[in-house]
């Protein structure tokens, strides 16, 4: 697992498949090479899987290119997460990649909740997140987004982040986004309105009610702006901006154990790694 000399950047893959063998859901890494990896599997739930995704190098900079393709075979029932916050690092205008690929078959659920992105000024990032689902499958996935240390009193003065998301049922394409954050955007009155912390939640199944959506509507951050929207009646989108990534966390939480017992028919269960 060593950078290549000439380039002296890190490039790394990894491909899982989450496969039901009798009464669990069994995680299999199919491929891998470069620093990206999983933990072993963890089952607080009894058949659900919980899994870790793990960065060693600590962070992300210019020119490193890292790739997670995720297969839910039908019926498997999976949890992803990260130990800790990715960092993106000044790059001296080299571009980091980051492509994520998630496929659910029909019966089958996925969550993918990591942990906050810290971008820091002068770092360019390139991140394409793409969830496919078949009819039957289920979904929570969210993004969220630090731009700046504004704990330190450091903006996001410089780089740039260009994020494109797409989700689709059956081939049908429900959302397909493309967002370019730089010192400009954050600055806009229609754009992030000098808030550093942003962040997308996306749930997809067959439970969205319009009491379920009703339920949401009504939680509020402890701080910051939230929207929400429902482009089909199979999605649910929520959408925030603010100044403290704890909040963001907090209020995504709580939608997430709203969502849950509908869309995946379990209660909320923390992965225990949230609470180091």
């Not at 482009?231 to 209020?251: K, M, Q, S, V, W």
Request: charged share 20%; with cysteine.
């Amino acid at each position: 697992m060593n950078a290549s000399p000439a380039a002296n950047h890190w490039q790394a893959h990894l491909d899982l498949d989450f496969i039901p063998v009798g009464d669990r859901t069994r995680l299999i890494p199919n491929k891998r090479y470069g620093p990206l990896s999983v933990q072993r599997a963890f089952y607080p739930e009894g058949q659900i899987c919980h899994a870790y995704l793990l960065h060693p190098p600590g962070g992300v900079a210019g020119g490193d290119s890292l790739t997670l393709n995720v297969m839910n075979q039908a019926d498997s029932k999976a949890l992803l997460t990260t130990p800790g916050a990715t960092k993106f690092y000044h790059s001296n205008c080299n571009t980091a990649v980051v492509e994520q690929i998630f496929r659910v078959q029909p019966g089958a659920s996925l969550e993918y909740l990591p942990q906050e992105n810290i971008y820091f000024p002068g770092g360019w990032v390139d991140m394409h997140t793409e969830l496919s689902l078949e009819p039957g499958a289920s979904a929570i996935l969210w993004e969220k987004h630090c731009f700046g240390r504004p704990a330190n009193g450091e903006a996001f003065d410089s780089g740039a982040y260009r994020g494109r998301l797409q989700v689709d049922i059956a081939g049908e394409i429900l959302i397909r986004e493309t967002q370019r954050i730089d010192a400009v955007e954050i600055a806009r009155a229609s754009g992030l309105r000098n808030h550093p912390v942003m962040g997308t939640l996306v749930a997809v199944g067959d439970g969205l009610s319009d009491d379920l959506i009703s339920a949401c509507r009504s939680l509020r951050p402890q701080a910051g702006i939230a929207a929400m929207t429902r482009p089909d009646e199979r999605i649910f989108i929520a959408r925030y901006i603010g100044d403290n990534t704890r909040h963001l966390n907090d209020y995504f939480n709580t939608l997430w154990q709203t969502l849950r017992p509908a869309i995946l028919q379990r209660p909320a269960c923390h992965p225990r790694i949230w609470n180091t």
